[in-house]
């Protein structure tokens, strides 16, 4: 069956606009969760979905950044005013529940903020 | 808090050799284990698992050993190959975390012909 999927693969914007990601997790998958992964870092857990509520959205580097879900299916992650230091890979990921269950990543959306 | 800590690389073996990656753990409560791995070009995928203590989690001739003395989790393969080649990744999850996981930083592979 079809994997995680996010568009675009490729984003280059300008310092100060807005950027829309998007991922379409696996159908069935109840969790959704939102990464990101700096060069030569790992990963940063920014927000998660259990369904289309979001527990805990203390991973959110700043206020510029925000993410919805909605039917229990796609996400968009958002982020305002987009700075340099934003540039990075967003990767987003579902499973079946939260916890313990595997975890499906997506190919990732390469941000790159001039 | 939770957290995970990783051999830093990159680590460049020869084909055949013995592979470890040290991986470590803090966490509160009783957390699942992982190792992602992302080969060139693709998305990460999980590798192997194991979530309880003394379990051991196999895949690919790869083998985990969940520690809970130690708090490790160090990843081994007897025999690595130029298909190894790739950044591995070690990961917890634990209840008290509200249900994120917790990477480690990635290790670089690179094994050579």
């Known amino acids: 069956g079809a994997g995680v999927s996010q568009s675009p693969s490729n984003k280059v914007t300008e310092k100060g606009k807005d950027v829309e990601l998007r991922c379409d997790p696996i159908s069935g998958h109840t969790a959704l969760y939102w990464y990101r992964q700096s060069l030569g870092q790992g990963l940063e857990f920014l927000i998660y979905?259990?369904?289309?509520?979001?527990?805990?959205k203390s991973g959110l580097p700043s206020d510029r950044f925000s993410a919805e879900r909605t039917g229990g299916s796609v996400s968009t992650l958002t982020i305002q005013r987009t700075q340099q230091e934003d540039s990075a890979v967003y990767l987003c990921a579902s499973s079946l529940q939260t916890n313990t269950y595997e975890q499906y990543f997506g190919p990732g959306t390469r941000l790159t903020v001039t | 808090g939770n957290s995970v800590t990783q051999m830093e690389g990159p680590v460049t073996l020869s084909e055949e050799a013995f592979l470890t990656i040290n991986c470590t753990y803090t966490?509160?409560?009783?957390?699942?284990l992982f190792w992602y791995v992302q080969y060139p070009g693709e998305g990460l995928q999980l590798l192997l698992k194991a979530t309880k203590a003394d379990d051991k989690g196999s895949n690919k001739g790869f083998e985990a050993t969940y520690r809970k003395e130690t708090t490790s989790f160090h990843l081994e393969k007897g025999s690595v190959q130029v298909s190894d080649s790739a950044v591995y990744f070690c990961a917890l999850s634990a209840p008290s975390g509200g249900n994120q996981f917790y990477f480690g930083t990635g290790t670089s592979l690179t094994v050579i012909p």
């Open positions: 979905f259990q369904g289309n509520s979001a527990p805990d």
């Open positions: 966490a509160t409560g009783y957390p699942s």
